[in-house]
């Protein structure tokens, strides 16, 4: 007889029943009136939810930071002078390689009879670039491009030079030692 009626109840109940969660804070407002209602006073306030509106604002004040770097980004000067002039960047991939490939030659064949050169000849190379990055912001300033890109291509022959120069020089060094240990008797 009680399972009669237990289906006739979910029978006119059915589609009418409420299966959301409450509200956020239900519990706490319903524990109130509840003490309200049984004369029940709390010494301790409620606290106060002070950080979720401070983690919002610093929500939108990091995405609004983020589309300002978005849309002020600026292209490198790099990206700047393929933009002008697409053949430097094949330019200066062949002419890097080299230049490194020398640089590290050099720094294996450093010696303490050839220390002073090699620091020297790293020196002069640190200025070669720096004015090679002189010569590319002039090339975005907009200046006489074939004259710029013509010493551009300079520059990079000139560290080359230097270079081989150098590597030659340090060669020399080595015979000649090798020739003075030789001729020396003990």
Known sequence: MEKDNLEELF?????KLDLEEPQMGHQDRFLEKLNQ????THLNSKKSNWWKPLSIAASIAFLCLLGIQVINTKPSIKEQVVEIAPEVSQTEFY???????????LKNEKSPETAKLVDDTLIQL???????????QELVNGGNSKIILNAMITNFQTRIDLLKEVLSNIENIKNIKSHYDENITI
């Open 11 to 15: 029978g006119r109940l059915q589609g």
């Open 37 to 40: 209602s049984k004369g029940v």
């Open 95 to 105: 002419f890097v390689n080299v230049i490194e490939e020398q640089i590290q030659q």
């Open 126 to 136: 640190e200025k070669l670039e720096k004015n090679y990055e002189t010569l590319e």
